[in-house]
């Protein structure tokens, strides 16, 4: 179509999806392997995910706030294409507890701050293009949809196969992979240099009110779906009896329909603008979880399945663009606090689910839930009320 001038964007795109692809391949697959591959117990995980995770906030913030000063985007990618394969060859040679905590934390910690990265020189190139920002935050969020949908499939069947070693083995063959359309396709001056400051850069130091309240609500949104995202598995299997395959059927259709709506909020956002859309959907995540909440049978499972693709991926196109709207003059800066929500939220989010199943159910996680997507949508009422 000719309004997308795809100017080195097709091969962007498929080094985002490429990147996203290894991420998503080894990230849950960690966990599986911490606990049933090495034996190890399950606060193991903590500790690992605590490491790594705490690692990508800090490269978000500091690379943040290097590519909104002008600096060249092409090295931080590297940085973390590289950092990815030299853990996975380090566990491919190794797959023992020490080289997890050391070499896999730092690898792979590395290597989650590409999608920040990614988002701030895509949003600049699309600019570049003449491609609205918004309406190219949905498609790099469609192609990192696909890419979940696909990555931790391959993982684990590949684990099943032929034993968890294997998929170190693949992450390095994918790392080299990335690691080569890193070189090849991305320009080595390319940057994404925050545009001036529309008042005097001396008067504030820290984040706007509204953009705070902005992440505030993207994290309590995200813990949400983390909650449930972890709580559902379980209780669809051990409170409710339905069969092994259901959380894997569900996750597809919730997958599936997640691509659909992130498609369709370009539209969305030119109609109604972005706190409208964003107030529906999180209307939508309260009614969604308490759908799922009260399951029974696999037709009411696939039905809430699809409510909450919906509402996710009308959530996760819109609310990064939601976001950036906050901070025009800091745009990288302003992506990397919504994807440092996000995974903050994701790390709080597995201990919670354990805390609050072991003292009530699975189903009280679900119930909580939708208690935070409520408190949410009041966040969003309030960053309303503050935004110029």
């Known amino acids: 179509m000719a309004r997308f001038r795809f100017h080195g964007l097709l091969p962007f795109l498929l080094l985002l999806f490429v990147g996203t692809l290894s991420n998503s391949a080894i990230v849950p697959f960690m966990g599986f392997f911490l606990i049933d591959g090495l034996g ?33 985007v092409f090295p931080l990618i590297g940085l973390a294409a590289g950092g990815y394969a030299l853990a996975a060859l380090a566990l491919s040679l190794s797959p023992s507890l020490p080289v997890m905590l050391t070499m896999g934390a730092l690898g792979f910690g590395l290597s989650a701050s590409a999608i920040s990265t990614m988002f701030s020189l895509g949003g600049h190139l699309a600019e570049g293009a003449s491609i609205d920002r918004p309406r190219f935050n949905a498609i790099m969020r469609a192609t990192t949809s696909t890419a979940w949908m696909i990555g931790p499939a391959l993982s684990f069947l590949a684990a099943g196969l032929y034993g968890p070693a294997i ?181 709080l989010a597995g201990p919670a689910v354990g805390l609050i199943a072991q003292i009530s159910s699975f189903q009280t996680v679900i119930y909580t839930s939708s208690a935070v997507a409520a408190l949410a949508a009041l966040i969003l009422l309030a960053g309303g009320r503050t935004r110029t």
Request: hydrophobic share 55%; aromatic share 12%; proline share 8%.
């Open 167 to 347: 998929v170190f083995k693949g992450a390095m063959a994918l790392g080299l992979l990335w690691l080569a359309l890193w070189w090849t396709s991305l320009p080595r001056n390319a940057t994404a240099k925050a545009p001036p400051r529309p008042v005097d850069p001396g008067t504030t130091i820290a984040p706007p009110k509204g953009l705070a309240l902005a992440a505030a609500f993207v994290f309590c949104l995200s813990i949400a779906h983390g909650l449930t995202f972890s709580a559902l598995p379980l209780f669809f299997t051990q409170e409710v009896g339905l069969p092994d395959f259901a959380p894997g059927t569900a996750f597809s259709v919730k997958t599936f329909v997640e691509v659909i709506a992130i498609f369709s909020t370009p539209v969305l956002m030119a109609r109604f603008g972005l706190r409208a859309p964003l107030m529906a959907a999180t209307l939508l995540a309260i009614g969604a979880i308490l759908v799922l909440a009260s399951v029974s049978t696999l037709p009411q499972m696939l039905f809430g399945a699809a409510l909450e693709g919906l509402y996710y991926g009308l959530f996760a196109s819109l609310g990064i663009s939601y976001v950036q709207s906050f901070a025009p003059d800091r745009p990288a800066q302003a992506t990397a606090m919504y994807w440092n929500a996000l995974m903050i939220s994701g790390l």
């Open 40 to 72: 190890q117990a399950p606060w193991i995980l903590s500790v690992y995910s605590g490491l790594a995770i705490a690692l990508t906030v800090g490269t978000n913030r500091a690379f943040g706030r290097r590519i909104d000063g002008g600096a060249p």
